[in-house]
């Protein structure tokens, strides 16, 4: 393919979108992305939805009724079908980059692939950092809603405390912040054994790797084989939990509110943040990185995150007025990303196994790195 055909349509989103499959080995998440309820991140495509449009995902719940015994009459009293469902509003997002002198004296409507090529790539690499962003700030409850599940450690973190968070999840009792609730829903490896994410950052990390009985614990866990070769940053597997390591939010964020929108970060490396004495997260106008500082690490089931997309992307060209010298370039996206919050369709929550109106697949642990 030696040109871009920018004037066809139906070959530019084709090359838009081979562009973009082929960032995602860039991708933190890609590993834990796919259209199942099963994968951590469920993606959800509807190619006709634009602005204001929604994607809708739909759930069904299992009986939980009451048998009847002998000949006492059962017509009447059979358990209504429950019924779970959430759905994304789907908007509009363009990374733009100025395309500057290089393009000057080209006929801006023919440019050969290697040109088109080198704005592409920038903006495919962006928007998989904006993609990964996005979901980082889901689950640490920075886009849409804090957090309704907690476990704070204090400043206290061991292979010890991993068993008490195994045993919270496992029961659904013992949260800092939150009622009981559900088990998670476990995500399974390639082989099919069933576990959760443990997603830190750095710091979290280097607390857990200094204790005393971390290396002889994790030294003979099974984190190899076909099933992890995909995955990045895992360093340990203690019970149901993958642990696994992610960087640190590089950039700058526009707005000081305790939540946010995909448009209001500049990403230089995605990643998780941290939380200062302020109350302000990494990035945010007033961030300290110095005095105490709280890392936010995510524990991740099955459906932790929905990830909706719309029309296909596309790639634009934006010539100047000042006789066509300069250029911009803009990579177009329809989607959105929020965690799964279900709500009740039909027939009333669970009694004591809750799944509506809670962060169905995420769990958040608060720690403290920096005094």
């Not at 509003?89 to 290697?114: A, E, M, Q």
């Not at 443990?198 to 857990?208: I, K, Q, W």
């Not at 390591?245 to 305790?258: L, S």
């Not at 010539?319 to 989607?335: G, P, R």
Request: aromatic share 10%.
């Amino acid at each position: 393919m030696a040109f871009v055909d920018y004037n066809s349509e139906l070959k530019r989103k084709a090359w838009v979108q081979k562009g973009l499959i082929q960032g995602t080995s860039k991708s933190f998440w890609s590993p834990y992305t796919g259209m199942e309820d099963t994968s951590i991140v469920m993606q959800a495509n509807n190619a006709n939805a634009d602005a204001g449009h929604t994607v809708v995902f739909d759930y069904d719940g299992n009986l939980s009724g009451k048998a009847v015994k002998g000949n006492d009459t059962a017509y009447g009293k059979g358990e209504k079908k429950k019924k779970f469902s959430n759905k994304i509003v789907v908007d509009r997002y363009r990374l733009v980059v100025d395309n500057g002198d290089k393009f000057d004296g080209k006929d801006i409507g023919n440019l050969s692939i290697t040109e088109h090529s080198d704005s592409m790539n920038k903006l495919a690499d962006l928007f998989t950092r904006f993609k990964d962003q996005a979901v980082f700030d889901c689950v640490q409850g920075l886009k849409g809603s804090g957090p309704t599940h907690i476990i704070d450690l204090n400043a206290t973190f061991d292979p010890a405390s991993l068993n008490t968070i195994e045993e919270t999840i496992k029961t659904g009792y013992g949260y800092t912040t939150g009622g009981t609730r559900r088990p998670l829903q476990p995500y399974r490896l390639y082989d099919g054994r069933p576990v959760w994410l443990f997603v830190m950052d750095p710091s979290m990390a280097r607390l857990l790797k200094n204790s005393a009985n971390y290396q002889s614990l994790v030294y003979n866990a099974d984190v190899r084989g076909n099933d992890n070769r995909s995955i990045s940053g895992v360093f340990g597997k203690i019970g149901q939990m993958l642990l696994i390591e992610a960087d640190q939010f590089y950039g700058t964020t526009d707005n000081a509110a305790a939540t946010f929108g995909l448009e209001d970060n500049n990403i230089e490396i995605s990643g998780l943040r941290k939380l200062d004495a302020g109350g302000k997260w990494t990035g945010q106008p007033g961030y300290v990185y110095t005095g105490a500082q709280h890392s936010r690490g995510v524990i991740l089931g099955a459906n932790a995150v929905q990830l909706g997309f719309g029309k296909m992307p596309d790639y634009k060209l934006q010539k100047s007025q000042d006789f066509e010298i300069t250029s911009e370039s803009c990579l177009e996206v329809w989607m959105e990303a929020q965690k799964t919050i279900l709500n009740d369709e039909v027939a009333g929550d669970y009694a004591a196994a809750k799944v509506a109106n809670l962060d169905f697949g995420v769990i958040a642990v608060d720690l403290q790195v920096q005094s």
